[in-house]
Nanobody, 122 residues
Framework: QVQLMESGGGSVQAGGSLRLSCAASEFTGCMAWFRQAPGAEREGVARLYLDTRMITYADSVKGRFTISQANSETENTIFLEMNSLKVEDTGMYYC????????????????WGKGTQVTILS
C-alpha cells in the first residue's frame, strides 16, 4: 500500500507563492496534484510521470505552477511550486499516484493523500 504524505499548504495574499510537497515510499509510476474548491468539482492541476518526466498542466495554472520531482533510493517526492497565486486557486489540494496512468480527471487513480488546504486572500 502506497502512502502519500502532503505538506506545504497555508494562507497567502494574492500574488504570493506556496510550495506543496508529496512523498511516496518506493514508488514508480505517475504522480499528480488535484484541487477542489468548496462546491466545485475536482480539478487536475498537474501530473508528472516519474520515469519519463513527462509533465502536463491544467490551462488555468500554466506559467504559474511548476511540478517537479526529487528521488532517493527509498522515496519519490513531487513538489508543486505555485507562484502568482490568485483567489481562485483556493481549495484543498490533493496528491495522487498510480503505477500506470494519471488522467487529469483523477478517475481510477489508486492512491490519494488526505489533502492540504490552500487559501489565497484578496
Amino acid at each position: 500500500q502506497v502512502q502519500l504524505m502532503e505538506s506545504g499548504g497555508g494562507s497567502v495574499q494574492a500574488g504570493g507563492s506556496l510550495r506543496l510537497s508529496c512523498a511516496a515510499s518506493e514508488f514508480t509510476g505517475c504522480m499528480a496534484w488535484f484541487r477542489q474548491a468548496p462546491g466545485a468539482e475536482r480539478e487536475g492541476v498537474a501530473r508528472l510521470y516519474l520515469d519519463t518526466r513527462m509533465i502536463t498542466y491544467a490551462d488555468s495554472v500554466k506559467g504559474r505552477f511548476t511540478i517537479s520531482q526529487a528521488n532517493s533510493e527509498t522515496e519519490n517526492t513531487i513538489f508543486l511550486e505555485m507562484n502568482s497565486l490568485k483567489v481562485e486557486d483556493t481549495g484543498m489540494y490533493y496528491c495522487a499516484a498510480d503505477r500506470r496512468y494519471c488522467p487529469m480527471s483523477g478517475s481510477g487513480m489508486d492512491y490519494w493523500g488526505k489533502g492540504t488546504q490552500v487559501t489565497i486572500l484578496s
